[in-house]
């Protein structure tokens, strides 16, 4: 029961008044932020073409686009999904273009490797962390300067009123770089709420600036992913489950994130009843995936399609795309995980779908309305 609810509210319109639906008219664009699970090039813009940009090369983007894009996947992302559903072309990359013709339809501001919370952070504490790819308020930063440019050829409410905005999942690049600095996961969660800070100030800024509607993903159960799996490989039988041979404490770790977020969330649009605040799970869709992957028209749920090897098919060296690495015999199609940590195509396609059910085009694709499924919760585990 409670992971039907939990699957039900896959995006969950945060509202006063439940039950009603509320029409949030034409979106005109996009405008997205995040990590590598929202990136469509910009990542590759700022390392260039290199060895470590993996996302650069094949067999990055095979599946779908048949040459690598800078994408993190074989294919389409989440929010490609939903530009898709939008009726809009895929969301370009900011630092792909300068004209505001190239900024139409929107803009993506998502970076490989970003944090959510300022750098400065990691900095005071000794741990190192990629300064180029950057963090948030930074992608934020980008947004302002951009909307100043396009307010002076449209009229700027006209920009923010029929404007989607999404914020793509933020968080696993902090846990990534608190963990390769060897900071134990106990320690890690008194950073939980920074992190979710970080965030709910970036949807404040967001809102202050006009935005009218904001759909924010949370992080998916990270002791699902070979990434994880591999690198917290235990002896210990007890951290599994039986079922899913996912690691229970971290899944519980992701959950604890989602949840302040979506609690967070619930505030703000407490704060900004005129705004639509939308929770993005990642979490249930893709727990959804791993329990019953037959359904969805899957065969491997834990072991990744592209990677280096091991029982996960995950190595941090070499990892997919690098010189010794494999690639799954199936079809991609027929995984969740792509490269041990960001989804395949099918993945994102099979959660967007979940996120379609709650999100409805109309005329002619132009339109979304959003629906509310049910009462929101605040109690989106139990
Ligand atoms: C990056 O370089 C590789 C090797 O030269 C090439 O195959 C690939 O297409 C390049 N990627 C992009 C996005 O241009
Ligand atoms: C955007 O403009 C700057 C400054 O003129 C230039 O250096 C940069 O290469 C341009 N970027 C693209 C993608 O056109
Ligand atoms: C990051 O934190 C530093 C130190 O507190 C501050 O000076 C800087 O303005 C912050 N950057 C952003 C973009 O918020
Ligand atoms: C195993 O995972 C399933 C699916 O997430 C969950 O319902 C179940 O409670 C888990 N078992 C344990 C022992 O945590």
């Known amino acids: 029961m409670a992971y039907f609810w939990h699957l039900t509210l896959f995006l969950t319109v945060l509202l006063n008044t439940p039950h009603v ?28 073409n290199v060895s470590r940009s993996t996302a650069a090369r094949l067999p990055y983007g095979e599946s779908y686009f048949h040459h690598p894009t800078g994408r993190w ?15 809009l072309p895929f969301v370009p990359p900011y630092l792909g273009g300068n004209s505001t013709g190239y900024f139409r339809h929107g803009a993506n501001f998502a970076v490989g490797g970003a944090t959510a919370l300022n750098h400065s952070i990691f900095h005071e504490m000794g741990v ?50 608190f963990n390769a600095a060897a900071v134990p996961f106990a320690e890690i969660k008194d950073y939980v709420p920074g992190v979710i800070n970080a965030i709910a100030s970036a949807v404040r800024d967001l809102i202050e600036l006009g935005a009218k509607t904001i759909a924010v993903a949370g992080v998916i159960p990270l002791g699902c992913t070979p990434s994880y799996l591999t690198i ?12 899913t041979g996912c690691l229970n404490w971290i899944n519980e770790f992701s959950q604890y994130h989602d949840q302040l977020l979506f609690d967070e969330l619930d505030r703000i649009g407490d704060t900004y009843p005129d705004v639509t605040i939308i929770y993005a799970d990642y ?7 791993i329990q019953s992957p037959r359904q969805h028209g899957l065969k491997e749920t834990i072991v990744s399609c592209c990677g280096g090897g091991g029982p996960y098919n995950f190595a941090l060296s070499p990892s997919c795309g ?61």
């Open 21 to 48: 639906s509320v029409s949030v008219g034409c979106y005109t664009r996009i405008f997205s932020f995040g990590d590598s699970l929202t990136d469509t090039g910009n990542y590759l813009r700022i390392f260039g």
């Open 73 to 87: 996947s074989d294919g389409r992302l989440l929010l490609d999904f939903i530009a898709e559903d939008i009726g």
């Open 128 to 177: 190192p962390v990629e300064t180029r790819a950057g963090f948030l308020a930074i992608q934020v930063q980008w947004f302002k300067e951009l909307l100043t440019v396009l307010c002076l050829e449209s009229d700027c409410r006209e920009v923010m009123d029929n404007a989607f905005f999404f914020v793509g999942e933020m968080g696993i690049n902090d846990y990534n770089t």
């Open 232 to 243: 917290l490989q235990t002896e210990k039988v007890e951290e599994y489950n039986l079922t």
């Open 283 to 289: 979490y249930g869709p893709y727990m959804n995936m």
């Open 322 to 382: 690098a010189e010794g690495s494999s690639l799954c015999k199936e079809l991609p199609s027929q995984y969740v995980s792509w490269d041990g940590l960001h989804l395949t195509d099918a993945a994102h396609k099979i959660i967007a779908q979940l996120v379609h059910s709650k999100l409805s085009c109309k005329l002619n694709h132009k339109c979304y309305e959003i629906y509310q499924g049910g009462q929101p919760s605040k109690d989106i585990y139990s």
